[in-house]
């Protein structure tokens, strides 16, 4: 069937639909969730060129500590080198182009499963076997490529861009909001990998408005919710946020009672923080928890998730017992938030679904969209 002509494109729905002021504003168009080809602008416009998050630092401890992520479809490798110091590389031999480690461990060097080369932590050729009598091998000249890698606040941004700013001058305002929470110190209990059947978007959204919590997480979180105390003021350009004042019901959500720093409200506010494209941190006085979101086709998403303590709930004498508290009530939520999600893009899918209004609680949704738009080329 011939295509519409005049039919827009999911890029100019999507500008279309964001020109509207908050006020006004729709959920995105149905097609940049399930379009194919705006996925793929979103692979090389997006995730090819903004810094993503591989993990928390602390997850790295000692030389040789690593982890895997895959960026825009190049295999990354993140690790701890010899002098302490980060270091992102290829994870791609640069011998015949077998991929090098794979999920995390520790390790003294990187030897390829394949032919044996072997890659120091800094990612020199260390060694090869049988080349000797290649006349044009030169050992000293092959390194693994170097990418780009900082920690901010504790996370391990990476980007494939050269150009793209640094995460320090572009979040500092993110250091201005909560400063004082002093996010570094917090200790990572957990890390874990999983693939859901939606739109990396849906995800990204849900996390954006606490307007479902009431509903979807009725069982664990929700109680601990006024929607009528939630501020949901217009973002940023690099992120967006809000904050919720909690009430009592869980201890690990408020401050810990040795905590000094934080006074007033601050001791029950918890912070949801969307650094874009996909970086996507709840921060109480108490616990973290966190999502990196990468695309895997338009109706499925990867994601890292983890979680800990602050510094000083970590340092309590009944730490482990809160740590195993905090895992299986956030094991609980990302239960119920899989439901929500997923039938969603179920929803999405459907032809007689449409986009409806926004609410006011939704005000990061419409941030989001429009910093989605400002990315994607017309």
Excluded at 22 to 43: C, D
Excluded at 73 to 95: F, Q, W
Excluded at 272 to 279: A, E, Q, R
């Amino acid at each position: 069937m011939a295509r519409d002509e005049t039919a827009l494109s999911p890029a100019e729905e999507l500008r279309a639909n964001v020109a509207r002021p908050f006020g006004q504003a729709l959920a995105m168009p149905k097609s940049v969730y399930t379009s194919p080809e705006f996925t793929r602008l979103e692979e090389e416009h997006i995730f090819a060129r903004e810094w993503l998050c591989a993990g928390r630092a602390d997850a790295l401890a000692e030389p040789g500590d690593y982890m895997t992520m895959t960026i825009a479809g190049e295999p990354i490798v993140v690790l701890r080198d010899a002098t302490g110091a980060l270091r992102a590389m290829s994870n791609v031999c640069r011998h015949r182009m077998s991929t090098l480690l794979e999920g995390r461990g520790r390790v003294r060097s990187i030897v390829c499963p394949y032919h044996a080369w072997t890659y120091g932590l800094d990612g020199a050729l260390r060694g090869a076997p049988a080349m000797a009598a290649n006349e044009a091998f030169c050992r000293s000249e092959i390194r693994l490529p170097q990418i780009r890698c900082v920690d901010w606040q504790g996370w391990i941004l990476v980007t494939l861009n050269p150009d793209a700013p640094d995460p320090a001058v572009m979040l500092a305002d993110v250091d201005r909001l909560v400063g004082r929470y002093e996010m570094a110190r917090y200790r990572e209990a957990f890390r874990e990998e999983f693939r859901w059947a939606t739109n990396w978007k849906v995800l990204a959204e849900n996390f954006m408005e606490s307007y479902h919590l009431p509903v979807c997480h009725a069982d664990t979180i929700g109680p601990t919710v006024d929607l009528m105390k939630m501020t949901c003021p217009e973002g940023l350009p690099s992120f967006n946020y809000h904050h919720i004042i909690k009430n009592d019901a869980l201890d690990l959500t408020l401050a810990h009672p040795s905590n000094t720093t934080l006074q007033g409200e601050e001791r029950r506010t918890t912070w949801l923080l969307s650094i874009y494209p996909s970086l996507l941190i709840t921060l109480t006085p108490g616990y973290f928890w966190y999502l990196s979101l990468t695309p895997d086709g338009p109706g499925h998403v990867h994601v890292l998730y983890g979680g800990g303590l602050s510094a000083d709930w970590a340092a309590d004498p009944a730490a482990e017992a809160h740590f195993a508290r905090l895992k299986a009530l956030l094991a609980e939520v990302n239960a119920e938030d899989k439901g929500c999600v997923e039938r969603v893009y179920r929803g999405l899918c459907a032809g007689l679904s449409a986009p409806g209004p926004l609410s006011h609680l939704e005000r990061p949704n419409y941030d989001f969209a429009r910093w989605i738009a400002s990315r994607i080329p017309a």
